[in-house]
Every structure is written in C-alpha cells, then in structure tokens.
C-alpha cells in the first residue's frame, strides 16, 4: 500500500483515488478516524483536480460508512455535501438516496429516488438494482422488512454482481447487504446468512468496502438468530458459527475506535452469546 501511494501521491490527477482507497481500507479495520481524515483529504485533492463528481463521490462513500457504522447524523451531512456539488450525477444521486436511506432521512431517499426513476427509467441497473436496494432501505426503516425483501426478491446473479461505474471499487454488493439486513429483521437467519456470505465470498470484487467488514457481523448475527430460533443440535450448530463469525468480525476489528455504535453493539452481542 505505501509503495502504490507513492505513486498516487506523483499523480495529482488521482491522487483522490489513492486517498479514498486508503481511507476504505482504514475503515475496514474500523479505523474510522482516520477514514474520515482521509476521505477528506481525497475530496479536497479531487477537488483540486477539477474532478467534482469524483469529490462529491467520495463524500457519500464517506455518508454510507457513517451511516452502516451507526453515525445517521454524519452520514446525513456527508450525503448532503456530495448534492451540493453535484446534484445532477447518477452515480451521486444513488448513494446520496443510498446513505439518506441509512440514515433514516425516508423523505430525502424517496426524493431522490423518483428523480432517479425519471430521469432514468430505460437504464437497466438502475431499474433493477439500485432503485429496488433504495426502495428496500425505505421499507426497513419504516419497520417493514417483508416490504423490502419483496424489493429485492428479483436480485440474483449476473446483474448484482455488476460493477459501480462510478466507485473507486468494483462493487460494494450494497443491495446483497440491505437484503441480509432485511432477512435479519423478519427473523430468517438462514436466508441472511447467504446474502452476507455472498458478499464473504466475492472479496475480488467487493476489496476493501465496509460491506466486506460488517458482513461478517451479519453472518453472526444470522446465525445466532438461527440458534434463538432452533432447537437441539441445529441450536448448538448455529450458535458455534455465530460465535466463530463474531470472533471473525470481532479480530478484524481488534484495534478498532472504541466508540463506534456498531462495534459496541457487537462486542455486547457477542459477550451474551458467549454467556448463553
């Protein structure tokens, strides 16, 4: 990583892509700080660049880390400041919706969303995919997870493992994790459990995105809704791979920053299944 940031560094063009990388990879180990440090260092340096979309990308990659992290009003500000400069792109307009969904801003996600589907109702990944995640997102905050899943039931490969035109990586498989999330909340853990392990099992795509973190704390927290849910041996199973994933989540995240709400909420999780 040093060496190719050496080389990101001697090439101002880029130099924003470099910077995001880094500030994903930070974020992967739940360094969030210095993810945010980064991040804003690659939106100042794209800006620099005259590139205002890459800029205005780059902020809601920052919003839908805040937001999956458990920081809505961050995650808010961030996507705001992404439309701010930019509010005509695509790939803005669908990880603003994104994130604004994530942070429980239905009003602003649902905005955006009808704009996105006027504006491109004959784009294929749009109508099949992004749309669909968005839509879902909006079901699971108004506590409706068999709306969202019914959102997502047309989601199977080749198309959602497409790559995002517009991200610095090939795909963060965002709508495999809504789906999960979805699962998670209608109380099928076994049906979670092969969307976070989809995203588990596809790293060449997914790099160094949050999802590939968090998916191993959904995969847990599947399994332990399995274990909750079952009886006898299928019990047994189920909690040895929930608490096999937390600790999977739990030493990817060892040096993480302390205050982040979703690693509280792990670590919490995983000290009650350890004492169940």
């Given at each position: 990583m040093a060496a190719q940031m050496q080389w990101f560094m001697a090439n101002p063009a880029v130099t924003h892509m470099g910077l995001l990388l880094s500030a994903d990879t930070a974020a992967y180990a739940g360094h969030l700080k210095q993810a945010r440090d980064l991040n804003r260092q690659a939106v100042d340096s794209a800006i620099q660049a005259d590139s205002r979309e890459n800029a205005s990308l780059w902020w809601d990659e920052a919003a839908l880390r805040e937001a999956a992290f458990g920081n809505?009003?961050?995650?808010?500000?961030?996507?705001?400041?992404?439309?701010?400069?930019?509010?005509d792109s695509e790939g803005v307009g669908i990880e603003s919706a994104l994130a604004d969904a994530?942070?429980?801003?239905?009003?602003?996600?649902?905005?955006?969303?009808?704009?996105?589907?006027?504006?491109?109702?004959?784009?294929?990944?749009?109508?099949?995919l992004w749309l669909p995640a968005i839509q879902a997102q909006i079901a699971l905050d108004r506590h409706n997870p068999v709306s969202a899943i019914a959102d997502l039931q047309n989601l199977q490969p080749p198309i959602q493992y497409g790559e995002i035109a517009?991200?610095?990586?090939?795909?963060?498989?965002?709508?495999?994790?809504?789906?999960?999330?979805?699962?998670?909340?209608?109380?099928?853990g076994a049906q979670a459990s092969a969307d976070f392990q989809a995203i588990l099992d596809h790293p060449g795509i997914v790099w160094n995105s949050w999802t590939g973190a968090l998916a191993h704390l959904g995969l847990a927290r599947a399994n332990a809704?399995?274990?909750?849910?079952?009886?006898?041996?299928?019990?047994?199973?189920?909690?040895?791979?929930?608490?096999a994933a937390y600790e999977d989540f739990l030493t990817?995240?060892?040096?993480?920053?302390?205050?982040?709400?979703?690693?509280?909420?792990a670590r919490e999780e995983y000290a009650k299944l350890m004492q169940a």
């Open positions: 809505p009003t961050q995650a808010r500000e961030d996507a705001a400041a992404a439309l701010k400069l930019t509010p994530m942070a429980g801003d239905t009003a602003t996600a649902e905005s955006l969303a009808a704009d996105l589907n006027k504006r491109f109702s004959s784009d294929t990944r749009m109508q099949s517009w991200a610095a990586n090939i795909s963060s498989l965002y709508p495999n994790y809504i789906r999960g999330e979805a699962y998670l909340a209608a109380g099928q809704l399995e274990a909750r849910t079952s009886t006898g041996t299928d019990s047994d199973a189920a909690r040895s791979r929930a608490l990817l995240w060892k040096n993480a920053d302390p205050d982040i709400p979703v690693y509280r909420e």
